[in-house]
């Protein structure tokens, strides 16, 4: 498996050295090739081993013995956890944990790209904040709500049943770019890293709510009419 890198529609591929020592193989000291790190999505971290398997670690079950390995971002401080396969002279790593963000395919463009930018300006939380109201602004004119602030047409979905009571609730309790004024502003004009991660959280549910599982209910739909019925 290869990881998306924070440039839409290009493909990289992580990799590390061959530490070998008297317990076996082993993943190296750093990680190449990761665009950003999963937790503070800072660009082109340092990832630092803290950790890492002697040789592929053992399995009661059927399957592919693989190598593991801890990194901790030097930014952060956060530790992922990938494992790898070995190559000719590089491990190549097939799954890391957390996994990079990625904006889901069945959300439209320009909130798809909006939603991706929300997700690696987590690290900048006005950015980050500025970028999930956009998000959030384009979902609501896909499903031809354009008029009025975004708050406007938000109630107007909830009146609509567009949107569930619980998902207006959450929009105005979250800042979503520059699109809420609050008294409160003029004092904290700056989003917290908490405040940030909420805004996020929300375009990423609302772009679900929206299209992904409308996508998702539509394919199963398909495929369950093209089935053939099994013969009693």
């Known amino acids: 498996m290869h990881f998306a890198s924070p440039v839409m529609g290009v493909r990289s591929v992580i990799t590390t050295s061959i530490s070998v020592s008297s317990g076996g193989s082993s993943l190296g000291e750093v990680l190449d090739g990761l665009g950003r790190c999963p937790y503070c999505t800072v660009a082109s971290p340092h990832m630092e081993r803290v950790w890492a398997s002697q040789g592929p670690t053992r399995r009661s079950s059927a399957g592919q013995s693989k190598h593991w390995a801890a990194y901790r971002c030097s930014s952060c401080g956060s530790v ?18 957390p996994a990079q963000k990625t904006a889901h395919d069945d959300i439209p463009e320009p909130g798809r790209k909006f939603l991706q930018q929300a997700y690696e300006t987590l690290h900048a939380p006005d950015a980050a904040a500025l970028m999930s109201g956009s998000a959030v602004d384009s979902f609501l004119k896909a499903v031809e709500y354009r008029e009025g ?82 013969d009693a």
């Not at 190559?87 to 190549?92: E, L």
């Not at 708050?151 to 959450?170: C, E, F, H, P, S």
């Open 80 to 97: 992922t956890v990938v494992s790898a396969e070995k190559g000719n002279n590089r491990f190549i790593v097939d799954a890391m944990h």
């Open 149 to 230: 602030s975004l708050y406007q047409r938000i109630d107007r979905a909830l009146k609509d049943n567009v949107l569930t009571k619980g998902m207006a609730d959450w929009a105005h309790s979250v800042r979503l770019g520059a699109n809420r004024p609050r008294h409160a502003d003029a004092e904290r004009p700056h989003v917290s890293p908490e405040e940030a991660e909420q805004s996020v959280a929300f375009a990423e549910a609302l772009g679900t709510f929206l299209f992904v599982l409308t996508a998702r209910i539509e394919r199963g739909i398909e495929a369950a009419g093209a089935a053939k019925p099994v």
